[in-house]
């Protein structure tokens, strides 16, 4: 059965770091493009990051970059999101997805809460 | 940034009705637009991709139609476990975006 499990969120300060994780099984995370999409409490999705299958492209939403970076362990089949200087606006349920097009299937995400 | 804008945002109907919800894309995105379903206190899950195509084990109630800049999701007989909120997202090109998403109720 294919699926992603993210770990990692918890509460942090304003400015602080956190990293990501999110597991697969059932597939090897090499062979496909993988994203990060978030939604803040009560509100929509958000695109985040995406990696391709080859790693060498890697895309950002301008509301992250150059504060987030997205990796791959692909000898764990992991994925992973650093997170530094973040802001109260990156308060929002993290969800990793597989997919070079439409996102299947979805992890079942994970809180992070930014806050003094 | 392709704007994605998705009509109602709210809708409320009787078990049995036909539902339809509109997104519209603010450029051409061709064929490349997907439907998610998330369900309260759940990650979303695909219904629908390249517009029309139904993903496996997905009830055929479903259905999704259009091209260009204007589609249409469709539930044909509401029923109570659909109650949710669906969101439409282009991949046409990066960034990815998504509609703000239609709460369906259940009246």
């Known amino acids: 059965e294919v699926q992603l499990v993210e770990s990692g969120g918890g509460l942090v300060q304003p400015g602080g770091s956190l990293k990501l994780s999110c597991a697969a099984s059932?597939?090897?995370?090499?062979?496909?493009?993988m994203h990060w999409v978030r939604q803040a409490p009560g509100k929509g999705l958000e695109w985040v990051s995406t990696v391709f299958s080859n790693a060498t492209f890697k895309y950002y939403a301008d509301s992250v970059k150059g504060r987030f970076t997205l990796s791959r362990d692909d000898t764990k089949d992991l994925l992973f999101l650093q997170m530094d200087s973040l802001r109260a606006e990156d308060t929002a349920v993290y969800y990793c997805?597989?997919?070079?097009?439409?996102?299947?299937?979805w992890g079942q995400g994970t809180l992070v809460t930014v806050s003094s | 940034d392709i704007q994605m804008t998705q009509s109602p945002s709210t809708l409320s109907a009787s078990v049995g009705d036909r539902v339809t919800i509109t997104c519209r894309a603010s450029q051409s995105i061709s064929s490349w637009l997907a439907w998610y379903q998330q369900k309260p206190g759940k990650a979303p899950k695909l219904l629908i991709y390249k517009a029309s195509t139904l993903e496996s084990g997905v009830p055929s109630r479903f259905s999704g139609s259009g091209s260009g800049t204007e589609f249409t999701l469709t539930i044909t007989s509401l029923q109570p476990d659909d109650l949710a909120t669906y969101y439409c997202q282009q991949y046409d090109g990066f960034p990815w975006t998504f509609g703000q998403g239609t709460k369906v109720e259940i009246k």
């Open positions: 997805a597989r997919g070079s097009t439409y996102l299947h299937p």
């Open positions: 059932g597939f090897t995370l090499s062979s496909y493009t």
